[in-house]
């Protein structure tokens, strides 16, 4: 009887223990997000393409095709978004944050540009992964419903 305690105290710790290390990791993309919202509404390009992995290998997929790399992805969003005006107010919403394992997550949700050279949404699906101990967007496909 005690060792069934014992396992089953062990599988309860296990289980408890993943489920905190998954509630961490969503509450520290959700984190990203904020720091995207906050960099994009202050006109900060630089500190919005931080939340992105400074890599060659990164991949932005939008209405105009797939760009490969960090730079050419801060180059596309300078070029599309030349002004502040352009810019605007960016709101994020998340409807889904998923674990595709360990370190790698999926998010899925909605942004909202409110700018006075009009108004676009649309949706999202970002691919993040921990490296060296900070969360980074390797993947960013976007795309209007509006």
Request: aromatic fraction near 16%; include cysteine.
């Amino acid at each position: 009887m005690k060792g069934l305690f014992y396992l089953f105290f062990l599988a309860s710790f296990f289980s408890f223990s993943q489920s905190s290390t998954t509630v961490d990791d969503k509450a520290s993309i959700l984190e990203v997000l904020a720091i995207q919202e906050k960099a994009w509404n202050n006109f900060d390009i630089e500190l919005f393409m931080e939340t992105y992995w400074k890599s060659d290998d990164l991949i932005f997929y939008g209405s105009s095709g797939v760009t490969k790399g960090w730079q050419n992805t801060l180059e596309r969003y300078k070029k599309s978004y030349p002004t502040k005006e352009h810019f605007g107010q960016l709101r994020l919403t998340s409807n889904e944050i998923s674990k595709i394992n360990a370190g790698v997550y999926s998010v899925f949700g909605e942004y909202h540009l409110t700018r006075t050279v009009g108004d676009t949404q649309g949706i999202f699906m970002l691919v993040l992964k921990n490296i060296d101990g900070a969360w980074k967007i390797i993947a960013d496909t976007s795309c209007k419903t509006d």
